[in-house]
């Protein structure tokens, strides 16, 4: 457990814990506003991820922003990170192991923010933050609250740009998030 950001980053850029270090080019740690009262986490870096270091950055990044544009949420008020913080091969979704080994990292950038809101970007982070029982179709656009943490589960931005049906629900999801901030967290 550390209790400072820069200790805490720096293990995450040596780590050596799963084989996703034999071929990261960067540790994809987090960004964003340290002491964010909403908190997005994903599932891993891609590929543009992997090359500048930074979450969401690529396509799916870029989609994601729009939809902040869209409904005036400033990208530099949230904190955003992932499950794992080195690219899968091919994209592929973290395998358990993976998971494990990095989840202690996410949970000390939890534990540092402490966010009201932490919105799940897809079925890997829902299921790795809470719990193998919940499914993304089921839990999506659904607040859950568990040890004074509000949850949000919703599409995951990659998911988008293969189904343009999902973007419907991420904006309503979204937009749910900022209704509930302003409501009751601001």
């Known amino acids: ?15 050596k814990k799963c084989r996703l270090c034999e071929t990261r080019k960067n540790v994809v740690f987090g960004t964003g506003k340290k002491d964010a009262e909403i908190m997005l986490i994903g599932e891993g870096p891609g590929a543009d991820e992997d ?8 396509k799916a990044g870029k989609l994601m922003n729009m939809a902040f544009q ?14 794992v913080k080195c690219r899968p091969p091919q994209n592929r979704n973290p395998l358990e192991d993976e998971a494990k ?7 000390n950038q939890v534990i540092l923010v402490k966010p009201k809101i932490i919105v ?8 790795n933050i809470l719990g193998q029982e919940y499914g993304i179709t089921s839990s999506r656009g659904k607040w859950i609250e568990k040890k004074g943490i509000l949850y949000m589960p919703t599409w ?6 293969r189904d343009e ?4 629900d991420f904006i309503k999801d979204l937009k749910e998030v900022q209704k509930v901030y302003n409501e009751n967290i601001r």
């Open 1 to 15: 457990m550390f209790n400072n950001w820069e200790e805490l980053e720096k293990e995450a850029n040596i780590c």
């Open 51 to 58: 090359v500048q270091g930074e979450p969401f950055v690529g």
């Open 70 to 83: 869209m409904l005036g949420i400033n990208r530099e008020n949230l904190y955003i990170a992932n499950i």
């Open 101 to 107: 080994a990095c989840l202690d990292y996410l949970r």
């Open 120 to 127: 799940l970007l897809g079925s890997v982070a829902l299921k």
């Open 156 to 161: 995951h931005p990659a998911a988008l740009l």
């Open 165 to 168: 049906n999902k973007k419907i």
